[in-house]
């Protein structure tokens, strides 16, 4: 029988392919270094509540998107989130209500992905250090020295940084993913005994430190007895303190935090900080996914196109739609 297509990264953008290419008719093999899928769309739970600690909320503008996304909202995995907006800035608190549509996962971020990977065959906690290529079929090497395959094809969907050493088979892919600068995010959820009486529930703050923040427990089907918060640092903050201990970066959030929100903050019954070192490309791109069709390499993410969701979901879309075009 033929060899499965390996998908390095169960990210959106390796989900997105993995289902293009399975309702292809094609079989597909995943791997990820984490413990789960969904990669920047990671949410926490816990027994007081869950936290979704990358992805906030996302928009959906393509044509394509929004019709995937229905799907998802048919079937019980995503919904609308329209919370009570603010804007922060030069010390002042304001609301800033509009028309856009915000979209979450439910019950957490990272049902999303969860039902996009659904059955298909996956391994975890297997970080690829490599690809190669024999005569035809592919073989991926993991940082414990095994080796998987064989594989028809690979598709690379990690974020730019860790893909560009998996790309090497193709130098001139591997050169691109290496040019692309992505930038850091600290951020730390708060859980509150009793809630915070205040209005807000996301804010847009123009700020030193703070850049966003939610509250969690407004989205849709999120429940949990804490007040649930989640602070996001601007990036150049976030680079700036990439080496802080998550004590001392949760203490400098939470106070900013403090500052900035128009009631008096308690101490959290429940503190937690998390550093993405990858957390968007630097700029958007427009390539929509890398591909050597001769060698059957192909990479894709967030960071070949709009450095959000949707730009993952379709970049996905785009690398496999050009792997089923060369078979
Ligand atoms: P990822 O989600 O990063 O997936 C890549 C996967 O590859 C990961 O699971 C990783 O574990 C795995 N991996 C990496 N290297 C290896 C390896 N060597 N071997 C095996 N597996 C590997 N987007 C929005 O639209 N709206 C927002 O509000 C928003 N807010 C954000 C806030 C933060 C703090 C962050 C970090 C991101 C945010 N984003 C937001 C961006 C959004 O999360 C990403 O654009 C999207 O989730 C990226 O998907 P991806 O599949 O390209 O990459
Ligand atoms: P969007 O249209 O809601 O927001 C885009 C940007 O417009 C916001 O960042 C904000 O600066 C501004 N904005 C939008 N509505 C506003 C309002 N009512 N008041 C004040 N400012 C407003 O969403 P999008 O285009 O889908 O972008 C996704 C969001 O994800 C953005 O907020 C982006 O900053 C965030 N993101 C963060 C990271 C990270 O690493 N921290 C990575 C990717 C995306």
């Given amino acids: 029988s033929k060899a499965p297509i390996a998908i390095i990264g169960t990210g959106i953008a390796g989900l997105s392919a993995a289902q293009a290419l399975h309702t292809a ?52 995995w995503a919904a609308p989130w329209s919370p009570n907006l603010y804007l922060s800035r030069a010390g002042q608190l304001e609301p800033s209500t509009d028309e856009q549509a915000r979209w979450v996962g439910t019950p957490q971020m990272a ?18 250090t490599e690809a190669f290529r024999g005569e035809e079929l592919w073989t991926l090497v993991d940082a414990d020295g095994a080796s998987h395959g064989p594989f028809s094809h690979v598709i690379v969907a990690t974020p730019a940084p860790q893909a560009s050493a998996l790309l090497a088979a193709a130098p001139k892919l591997a050169a691109v ?22 209005q807000v529930e996301g804010c ?20 949990g007895h804490l007040d649930t918060w989640v602070l996001h640092a601007t990036n150049s903050w976030s680079r ?70 949707e730009g993952a979901w379709l970049s996905g879309q785009e690398a496999a739609r050009r792997l089923l075009e060369h078979l």
Avoid at 51 to 63: E, V
Avoid at 111 to 128: E, N
């Fill in 25 to 76: 008719g094609q079989a597909v093999q995943l791997f990820d270094k984490s413990r789960r899928c969904g990669g920047r769309t990671a949410s926490k739970q816990i027994e007081s509540g869950s936290f979704d600690l990358g992805a906030q909320y996302f928009t959906a503008r393509d044509r394509r998107f929004r019709e995937a996304l229905q799907h998802w909202q048919e079937e019980g």
């Fill in 111 to 128: 049902s999303i992905a969860r039902a996009l990977l659904g059955d298909l065959p996956v391994t975890f906690s297997c970080r690829i």
């Fill in 177 to 198: 993913a290496a040019s692309v600068a992505m930038e850091p995010t600290w951020a730390v959820a708060l859980g509150f005994a009793t809630p915070l009486p205040t």
């Fill in 204 to 223: 847009f703050v123009q700020d030193d430190a703070l850049d966003w923040l939610a509250r969690e427990r407004s989205k849709p089907g999120r429940n």
């Fill in 240 to 309: 700036q303190h990439l080496d802080l201990s998550k004590e001392a970066v949760s203490e400098q959030l939470l106070g900013a935090f403090a500052e900035l929100i128009d009631c008096v903050v308690p101490a959290p019954e429940f503190t937690l900080a998390h550093r993405w070192l990858y957390a968007r490309p630097a700029q958007p791109h427009e390539w929509g996914a890398l591909a050597d069709a001769g060698l059957g390499l192909y990479a894709c993410g967030d960071w070949c196109l709009s450095g959000r969701v």
